[in-house]
């Protein structure tokens, strides 16, 4: 039993992390049931409330609200008490916002294939489903969870702050207010472009302003914890920190480059893409360096080697996205299945595998034993490897491929060339050429998601049986996060 994780009531952590676990599994099949029933058989199983625009949004908030964010926030509810030395500030307050949360986040889910949902990516919420207040119940959830967690900072016993909360206290506020406008605020915009560019403001600052910063916190935290080693550099730490801050809420505009956009605001976002590589370069640095001498470690948990592929990942998305922001490669890669692959890298490639090694860590200490299985830990990353590279990589290369086709069009002078190129290659013509890359990423997502229902065999056969093995789990805090 760990004798340091008795002074926490970790209720909260198993209220959030418990549902999380089992909503990834469901949202990831209805993944795979749209990957062959709308792209590789389409419309094998139709019906109006299965068809593309209704399960959409389904699998969207399957996977990034009840799964990925709200399994960081069971996360945050374990280490931000942990870094401060102090109980969770309000249990009352917890209960009554992760009963707001999960009530208004699965009406909310469940009711989309009934076309409840808005238009607006990520943003799909309703004010209302019948007489609930979906909209005002998740956006208190979350205010209620950033009030708990920042009393719980203030009242610390311990002066210094690892980078995890600094990271922790941005994700609050950052997060507050990019959800503000992807649920409010952009239906105050005037229509038009300017409305088109608050959601991508909303868009991609989910990615980075939301998941970036809980994911860093995560991974800062987990991976001393598991490697019982300390983070390679607080400095480094603190420059990655800071220049997200900085320059994050600015490149949302570049998926909108060549669009009805000021060119100011173009070159703006395309210069503070490029100066995404700053803190990218910090954290995949510091992360890897911290295992210098110990790669051992890599080999023997399953746990350590999530977040480092992961952080491999974060590498890879984070060079994709300021390159995409470069207008020539934009004139090919906008609006294609590239940018689909883009964001299954960072959301499953990185943030899942984050939030992946936190639950492998946070579990056994919350349930006082052992993993129930390592033979399954280490089956779950193996498929997650090999079914996740085809899974995230072949609409990678075929969306590339299929903005390659796409640039015959624009060849020649005259409207009259231009009309000719569309006879010549159909746009229905380059959806037939994405059939083998659609089949390679149905095939590699099967591969997931079976890897994924292991996962979720181990983790609650972890809380309900006794281990298959008698592994040992640390009494102390001897593997200190502080560097």
């Known amino acids: 039993m760990n004798n340091y994780d008795d002074r926490f009531d970790d209720t909260p952590v198993k209220l959030m992390l418990y549902p999380a676990i089992i909503f990834m599994a469901l949202g990831m099949f209805v993944g795979v049931f749209m ?44 280490l931000v008490p942990r870094l401060c030395g102090v109980r969770l500030w309000s249990l009352p307050l917890a209960y009554v916002s992760i009963g707001l949360w999960w009530s208004s986040l699965i009406i909310t889910t469940y009711t989309f294939p009934t076309g409840t949902n808005f238009g607006w990516e990520y943003a799909e919420i309703p004010y209302w489903v019948s007489w609930i207040p979906v909209k005002p119940m998740l956006i208190a959830a979350w205010i ?11 009242n610390r016993r311990f002066e210094k702050m690892y980078v995890s909360l600094w990271y922790a206290m941005g994700a609050l506020i950052w997060a507050s207010f990019t959800l503000f406008v992807g649920g409010y605020a952009i239906n105050w915009v005037p229509e038009g472009i300017s409305r088109v560019n608050a959601s991508f403001f909303y868009i991609h600052n989910l990615v980075g302003l939301i ?26 730490s603190m420059i990655g920190f800071w220049s997200i801050a900085f320059v994050y ?15 100011w605001l173009q070159t703006l976002s395309i210069i503070f893409s490029i100066w995404l ?11 890897f360096a911290t295992l210098k001498g110990h790669w051992d470690l890599y080999t023997n948990n399953a746990a350590i080697r999530f977040l480092i ?10 060079v994709q996205g300021p390159l995409m922001a470069l207008r020539n490669v934009n004139e090919i890669t906008s609006k294609t299945d590239w940018i689909i692959g883009h964001s299954h890298i960072s959301l499953y490639g990185t943030f899942t595998f984050f939030a992946i ?33 085809p899974f995230m990589l072949s609409i990678w290369i075929g969306g590339f491929l299929q903005g390659m086709m796409w640039t015959t069009w624009a060849e020649g002078n005259s409207y009259a060339e231009y009309h000719n190129n569309l006879t010549i290659l159909p746009f229905l013509t380059t959806v037939a050429e994405m059939r083998i890359w659609w089949i390679i990423r149905a095939v590699g997502g099967l591969v997931v998601l079976f890897g994924n229902l292991l996962f979720v065999w181990n983790i609650f056969n972890t809380i309900l049986l006794k281990a298959e093995t008698t592994e040992h789990i640390p009494t102390s805090e001897k593997n200190s996060v502080v560097a």
Not at 144 to 154: G, V
Not at 214 to 227: D, N, Q, V, W
Not at 249 to 263: D, E, K, L, R, Y
């Open 211 to 236: 998941f970036t910063p809980m994911g860093l916190a995560i991974a800062y935290y987990f991976l001393p914890k598991l490697s019982n080693l300390p983070i390679y550099s607080h400095r480094l």
């Open 277 to 287: 590589f700053i803190p990218v370069w910090t954290v995949v640095h510091n992360l």
């Open 144 to 154: 209620l969870f950033a009030i708990n967690l920042y009393m719980t900072i203030a």
């Open 35 to 78: 990957a062959f029933n709308v792209f590789v058989f389409p419309d094998y199983f139709a019906g109006e409330y299965i068809h593309f625009g209704r399960i959409r949004p389904v699998h969207v908030w399957h996977v990034l609200f009840l799964w990925l964010l709200s399994a960081n926030m069971g996360l945050f509810y374990f």
């Open 309 to 318: 592929l992961g952080n491999a990942y974060y590498l890879i998305t984070c």
């Open 249 to 263: 809420a600015w490149v949302g505009t570049h998926h909108m480059i060549h669009g009805p956009v000021s060119q």
């Open 357 to 389: 090694a936190g639950i492998y860590y946070a579990i056994p200490h919350i349930v006082r034993k052992p993993l129930w299985s390592k033979k399954l830990a280490d089956l779950h990353f193996s498929l997650n490897l090999w079914g996740g590279v």
